[in-house]
T-cell receptor
Framework: EAGVAQSPRYKIIEKRQSVAFWCNPISGHATLYWYQQILGQGPKLLIQFQNNGVVDDSQLPKDRFSAERLKGVDSTLKIQPAKLEDSAVYLCATGDYGDRAYEQYFGPGTRLTVT | SQQGEEDPQALSIQEGENATMNCSYKTSINNLQWYRQNSGRGLVHLILIRSNEREKHSGRLRVTLDTSKKSSSLLITASRAADTASYFC???????????FGKGTRLSVIA
């Protein structure tokens, strides 16, 4: 099966600019997560969707970050305006809680550099 | 906040040796998972162990879980250069909840 797709793979922007990331999940996966991974650390959850509804966005900096999941399939994560500390890899993951319960499938990530 | 803490932070071994990584966590869990991340790439799921299990095997991987000590270990036997990567433990309260990751162990396998 095709994996989780993310684009772009790399992005360099200046602080205060805006940026958007896109994620296409594995077909049929209802749950979608966005994680932020700062260099040298493990991924940290930003937001979780179930179909097109938000389940958990408690750790999303809502003053600058926003996310949506259109029709319960693709998702976009936006940062506006970006800060230097937003430099990180943004990982999209999806889950299928059927036969392979609990396992999450990760995309390759988008590496963001804010200068 | 990080739930798990891996130990050691970095590990360097010769090809053919075994590598052991440990993970400690803070709260009750439903399951614990180990992931591998190669430089500049996404995470790959390695193995999942549920809270009512004590040991699982998958190929050259062996995972143990001690819920009384809130700790887990990952053993990679007969390591290969291709095993060079960062390894993360991640915990979950239930099947559909986000994973909470540790900071990872960077494993270097020298040929």
């Amino acid at each position: 099966e095709a994996g989780v797709a993310q684009s772009p793979r790399y992005k360099i922007i200046e602080k205060r600019q805006s940026v958007a990331f896109w994620c296409n999940p594995i077909s049929g996966h209802a749950t979608l997560y966005w994680y932020q991974q700062i260099l040298g650390q493990g991924p940290k959850l930003l937001i979780q969707f179930q179909n097109n509804g938000v389940v958990d966005d408690s750790q999303l900096p809502k003053d600058r970050f926003s996310a949506e999941r259109l029709k319960g399939v693709d998702s976009t994560l936006k940062i506006q305006p970006a800060k230097l500390e937003d430099s990180a890899v943004y990982l999209c993951a999806t889950g299928d809680y059927g036969d392979r319960a609990y396992e999450q499938y990760f995309g390759p990530g988008t590496r963001l550099t804010v200068t | 906040s990080q739930q798990g803490e891996e130990d050691p932070q970095a590990l360097s071994i010769q090809e053919g040796e075994n590598a052991t990584m440990n993970c400690s966590y803070k709260t009750s869990i439903n399951n614990l998972q180990w992931y591998r991340q190669n430089s500049g790439r996404g995470l790959v799921h390695l193995i999942l162990i549920r809270s009512n299990e004590r040991e699982k095997h998958s190929g050259r991987l062996r995972v143990t879980l001690d819920t009384s000590k809130k700790s887990s270990s990952l053993l990679i036997t007969a390591s290969r250069a291709a095993d060079t990567a960062s390894y993360f433990c991640a915990t979950s309260y239930s099947g559909n909840t986000p994973l909470v990751f540790g900071k990872g162990t960077r494993l270097s396998v020298i040929a």
